[in-house]
């Protein structure tokens, strides 16, 4: 127990002088971030690592401190013990309490009640997403915590400070053709202000391209807001338009090309680009890939089972496809046909696809699966940590009629 006791405070001593020089180089470490990238939260970012590093060097003395007097022999008076167990608990206890607001903070369930908006976007999941062009006011909330609780799928995420790179290559590219962006993600509607239908109607390339579905008004309520129809008297301030003729989530595409990634970018740029012709297949995901046998859309895709991380497909053509999936590629995602594993290649330069290389009916199944060494040590570190903590009850339990000791008052 000596020896543990000094290791905490080594442990404590190592984090503090840790956190003494984090501090002295806390604005070297903020130029460099903002340099890659971070901008303006690179100063938040390298503060909270040097409170979180204080904070850990702190908690870690305290323990010390409380450790030494519960198992030295000239603090072996029972009220001592009994203080100093106390206050290691409710130092914990209140430090978790004090983090746990950063994380946790409840809401009414009046919030998340469904609405008209939630009902007709509902209606269209999981087979398309749903784009939000303003992420303001009520719209961050709904992206936040309504459209999650509902499984709502959408193109804009809450919080982005610094883009993936193949992702800010894929918007600066692509997504300045917005029409074209959204039909290659598998868009279906659009939430925005009212306003949004006006320029559409004055863009050549976009006005024959949708519907208005519904008009809308919002009033401010407890938390969020409240939803309520359009009237000839209270015209919509938000509008639900939809895509007329939205591109498929899941398609088999008879035809491929093996394109660079700088290649595949400018083709599906240019305004000859005719989306599902072809998949853009990249380099490092084109080997043992035949020869195409047509172009275009062939055969059918159903989707027998959905959730996230997991899809599962019903797939039926009369040649070999790419089954085109419009889901950002992603190394740890697995793929099978009939339960037998097979690669899952880049296409369209951050898609996914899958060769369905015989024709007929078959079943696909893609599942996210990252690599679980991780988890499996965090697993393993908490059985070490329950594993000693058992040892320790039962040691005390041993001892507990020596009055010399409190080391049950540890357990």
Request: aromatic share 10%; with cysteine.
């Amino acid at each position: 127990m000596r020896n543990f006791v000094t290791g905490v405070f080594i442990l404590g001593g190592i984090l503090a002088v840790w956190a003494l020089m984090q501090t002295g180089t806390s604005g070297e470490d903020t130029a460099r971030m903002s340099a890659m990238g971070w901008g303006q939260y690179a100063a938040t970012i390298v503060g909270n690592k040097t409170i979180a590093l204080w904070h850990a060097a702190l908690m870690t003395l305290g323990a010390g401190v409380c450790l030494w007097i519960l198992t030295s022999p000239r603090w072996r008076a029972k009220a001592v013990c009994q203080v100093c167990a106390w206050v290691l608990v409710l130092v914990v206890a209140g430090d978790a309490l004090w983090l746990s607001r950063h994380y946790i903070k409840t809401m009414p369930m009046s919030v998340l009640e469904e609405n008209d908006v939630i009902r007709i976007l509902k209606s269209d999941m999981p087979e398309h997403r749903v784009v939000l062009v303003s992420q303001d006011g009520f719209y961050n909330f709904w992206l936040t915590y309504v459209f999650p609780y509902y499984h709502i799928l959408t193109m804009n995420v809450t919080q982005m400070p610094r883009m993936p790179v193949d992702y800010k290559r894929y918007m600066e590219v692509v997504g300045g053709h917005v029409l074209r962006y959204w039909q290659l993600s598998a868009v279906g509607y659009i939430l925005a202000p009212a306003q949004i239908w006006v320029q559409i109607q004055n863009d050549p390339a976009m006005k024959d391209a949708f519907d208005i579905v519904y008009a809308y008004n919002v009033v401010p309520a407890e938390m969020g807001v409240t939803v309520v129809p359009a009237t000839p008297t209270a015209p919509g301030q938000h509008v639900i338009l939809r895509l007329k003729k939205p591109n498929p989530r899941f398609a088999l595409i008879a035809g491929w090309q093996k394109t660079e990634d700088d290649e595949a970018l400018r083709q599906m740029a240019v305004p000859e680009f005719v989306p599902f012709q072809k998949v853009l297949v990249a380099p490092e995901a084109a080997e043992g890939l035949p020869e195409p046998t047509g172009t275009g859309i062939v055969g059918q895709v159903q989707m027998a089972e959905y959730r996230p991380g997991y899809m599962k497909l019903k797939v039926s053509a009369d040649r070999p496809a790419i089954l085109r999936v419009s889901e950002k590629y992603d190394r740890d995602w697995r793929a099978w046909i009939d339960q037998q594993s097979v690669p899952v290649r880049r296409v369209d330069f951050i898609c996914q696809g899958i060769l369905v290389s015989s024709p007929g009916l078959h079943e696909v199944v893609l599942k996210y699966a990252p690599d679980k060494r991780q988890l499996i040590l965090q697993w393993l570190g908490m059985l070490i940590c329950l594993g000693a903590g058992i040892a320790l009850i039962a040691k005390a339990q041993k001892r507990k009629n020596d009055p010399q000791t409190c080391s049950a008052l540890m357990g």
